[in-house]
């Protein structure tokens, strides 16, 4: 079946460090891809999208390529600060956006200034 | 975009007891669905839930466990039945964006936080 991997965290950056974290995929079908950010106390968020191969997602200064030949979809951001601070998800879905989606099981950052 | 609304955000319950959560929206959505967040480990689908018709149950969740309601196009339930330790995790609801009926993406509440002892 579908599955999303993430590195593991926790991730623990002084402020303005370069942040990656990675992100593979299998599926059965061709995949939009998402991450979501879960912010201290509060839901999930969108934080950004690609829904073909070489799309870039882009937000809030984060990253990510939509790369098939590697099934993956690293996050990046070049400079972070302590409000980025947060549990990042990976996540896919196979079909439209109205159907459910795939979790990675979370990479929790934090930043310290 | 669309805002969620759950209650109770946590609650400490006993085991065999039931807990019932509300999930709340703020526009009106054709598709509901309802996640499980146990700890240390991703989100899981339990259920899909269309106003209008049955809940669409994931497989390892049956209705008897987790009954779901959706009377309306802005509300529905999640009941945890019966619940044992095992049943402690975070309860999500999430919606189809209202407007584009699904992109760009799925939206969260803010989860329940349960712990049975």
């Known amino acids: 079946g579908d599955s999303v991997t993430q590195m593991e965290g926790p991730v623990t950056l002084s402020e303005e460090a370069f942040l990656t974290i990675n992100c593979t995929y299998t599926a059965t079908g061709y995949p939009s891809l998402f991450w979501y950010v879960q912010y201290p106390g509060e839901g999930l968020q969108l934080l950004l999208k690609a829904t073909k191969a070489d799309d870039k997602g882009s937000n809030k200064g984060f990253e990510a390529t939509y790369r098939k030949e590697t099934t993956s979809f690293h996050l990046e951001k070049g400079s972070v600060q302590v409000s980025d601070s947060a549990v990042y998800f990976c996540?896919?879905?196979?079909?439209?956006?109205?159907?459910?989606?795939?979790f990675g099981k979370g990479t929790r950052l934090s930043v310290i200034a | 975009s669309a805002v969620i609304s759950q209650k109770p955000s946590r609650d400490i319950c006993q085991r065999g007891t039931s807990l019932t959560i509300q999930c709340q929206v703020d526009s009106q959505v054709t598709m509901m669905f309802w996640y499980r967040q146990q700890p240390g480990q991703s989100l899981t689908l339990i259920a899909t839930a269309n106003q209008g018709s049955e809940a669409t149950y994931e497989s390892g969740f049956v209705i008897d466990k987790f009954p779901i309601s959706r009377p309306n196009l802005t509300f529905s339930t999640l009941t945890v039945s019966n619940m044992s330790p095992e049943d402690s995790s975070i309860y999500l609801c999430?919606?189809?964006?209202?407007?584009?009926?699904?992109?760009?993406?799925?939206?969260f509440g803010p989860g329940t936080r349960l712990t049975v002892t």
């Open positions: 999430s919606v189809e964006d209202p407007t584009t009926g699904g992109w760009p993406g799925q939206y």
């Open positions: 996540a896919l879905t196979v079909n439209s956006g109205n159907t459910p989606l795939v």
